[in-house]
């Protein structure tokens, strides 16, 4: 069974520095691009970060580059996202994904098929 479980979530100031971790299991994470999404309500879900497989290249949506950090570690099955300088608007539900898909289609969330449940990063100024 596919199973994706993130954590690492919580408040903190604008500013401040957090880790998000990615538990996989089900799967075999070494040939799957890993990605991080994130939502607020009423808004669709956004792009933030993407690792394609097996680890070769990063991805970052223009808000968040040199500011975020994806990485992975294929043996343990993690996917971890480094948020450093948070402001107010990186606020939302960050949920890590899994896909095969080709290179073209990894910022599009349509394209993943298994998601993890989401841990809440809410930053305050």
């Known amino acids: 069974q596919v199973r994706l479980v993130e954590s690492g979530g919580g408040l903190v100031q604008a500013g401040e520095s957090l880790t998000l971790s990615c538990a996989t299991s089900g799967f075999p994470l070494i040939n799957y691009h890993i990605a991080w999404f994130r939502q607020v309500p009423g808004k669709e879900r956004e792009f933030v970060a993407a690792?394609?497989?097996?680890?070769?290249?990063?991805f970052y949506a223009e808000s968040v580059k040199g500011r975020f950090t994806i990485s992975r570690n294929n043996s343990k099955k993690m996917a971890y996202l480094q948020m450093n300088s948070l402001k107010p608007e990186d606020t939302g539900l960050y949920y890590c994904a899994s896909s095969t898909v080709a290179l073209s289609g990894i910022r599009q969330a349509e394209m993943y098929r298994h998601w993890g449940q989401g841990t809440q990063v809410t930053v305050s100024s």
């Open positions: 690792s394609s497989r097996p680890g070769s290249s990063s």
